[in-house]
């Protein structure tokens, strides 16, 4: 039988560009790859659609073939003799278009265990929440084994056979034409997508899949000293495992507000006073909040300000030793805005009293005086 034009096998012309070309052969390989193409002698088309890209990719062989037809390559070891080059095709491309790139993952049967995917939440908490801990209970969707045909898939054992296609084995053997030649490789059989088994009459409420969507009621037992970012796993929470596998797990991942009142920096809490002139200058002894309750602190006389102080054993508890951090205390000295007539009068006795000749000058009012220079 004469052999088709390679133009017209590849549905170009003469005067299209190399990449004309390998566009054109791309979307025919994949077209008519014996693997996955329904069409009528997909096999011999494929072939077709190799040889004329094998030689109208090649700048001398279309030379060849455009000035002697097929002739150019009868006696000169063609594609039909071992010729085959691999040029521009890209097994990578085609694999990917049928498989996903998942070659390896085709390549073995799937109706050994298998484990349930897992399942990702997230869950926000309160400052305090987070010190402490607590127990919540949250609502999930799960995909769990069927109520109705308890995981088989079908309406009863009875309707359950062996594969006719694999033979009960789960994988198939196909054969492929690669760069050295036709190749077997054994794939997980596409009538029974690995599982070995068909259904006759699949079960009206999963549809055969033996798994249903359904919500799941969860007791979350926040950890004490959990920080955003973080994460809990409870094994099997997770989707329904297949063929008898186990379920997969549920995370929960955190997240905590922010206090309007501390400042958490890994085990210690931050949390800033504000003092008053005189409560700076003369000391003081201040109720200074914290997560277990309020402690006296006690300031001594010429505190400046951003002064920082440590209330040891206070601070968030370590999530793994659950050893406590610190609580460290800044003040502020806060200068008044308004002044009634009697503060008045005693800040400028304070400032006559300041101004006078002093063997230190470096005051507590000189510091502040010299704050506004």
Request: with cysteine; net charge positive.
């Amino acid at each position: 039988m004469a052999k088709k034009d390679y133009y017209e096998v590849l549905g170009i012309n003469k005067s299209s560009t190399p990449d004309d070309i390998k566009k054109s052969y791309r979307k025919l390989a994949k077209k008519y790859h014996p693997d996955v193409s329904t069409e009528t002698n997909a096999e011999s088309k494929f072939k077709e659609v190799q040889e004329a890209y094998d030689i109208l990719s090649d700048t001398t062989k279309k030379a060849q073939y455009d000035q002697f037809g097929h002739a150019a390559f009868d006696q000169a070891g063609g594609f039909g003799q071992g010729g085959f080059s691999q040029g521009d095709f890209d097994f990578g491309d085609i694999f990917s278009a049928f498989f996903g790139g998942g070659g390896a993952r085709s390549q073995r049967a799937t109706n050994r265990p298998l484990k349930g995917s897992d399942i990702r939440r997230r869950m926000t908490v309160s400052f305090e929440e987070s010190i402490f801990g607590k127990k919540e209970k949250i609502k999930i969707p799960v995909y769990d084994e069927c109520h109705v045909c308890h995981g088989l898939g079908a309406k009863s054992k009875s309707d359950i056979k062996a594969c006719s296609r694999c033979h009960g084995s789960g994988s198939v053997i196909v054969e492929s034409q690669t760069l050295f030649g036709r190749t077997q490789t054994r794939r997980a059989c596409p009538t029974c997508h690995g599982t070995g088994k068909e259904i006759i009459r699949k079960c009206s409420n999963c549809n055969g899949e033996g798994v249903e969507k359904v919500i799941k009621e969860v007791e979350i037992r926040v950890p004490e000293g959990i920080e955003t970012g973080q994460q809990i796993r409870l094994e099997n929470f997770g989707n329904k495992g297949s063929n008898g596998g186990p379920n997969g797990d549920l995370y929960i991942v955190f997240e905590v507000r922010k206090s309007d009142t501390y400042l958490r920096q890994g085990d210690d809490i931050i949390i800033s006073i504000p003092l008053t002139f005189a409560q700076a200058a003369l000391g003081t002894e201040i109720q200074v909040p914290t997560v277990y309750g309020k402690v006296l602190l006690k300031v001594p006389s010429g505190t400046q300000s951003d002064s920082k102080f440590r209330l040891k054993g206070k601070g968030a508890p370590n999530i793994r030793s659950k050893a406590k951090g610190d609580q460290h205390v800044i003040v502020t000295v806060v200068t008044p805005s308004k002044l009634n007539t009697e503060q008045k009068k005693i800040f400028v006795q304070l400032s006559k009293v300041e101004d006078k000749p002093q063997n230190n000058n470096n005051t507590f009012w000189s510091k502040i005086k010299n704050s506004f220079k």
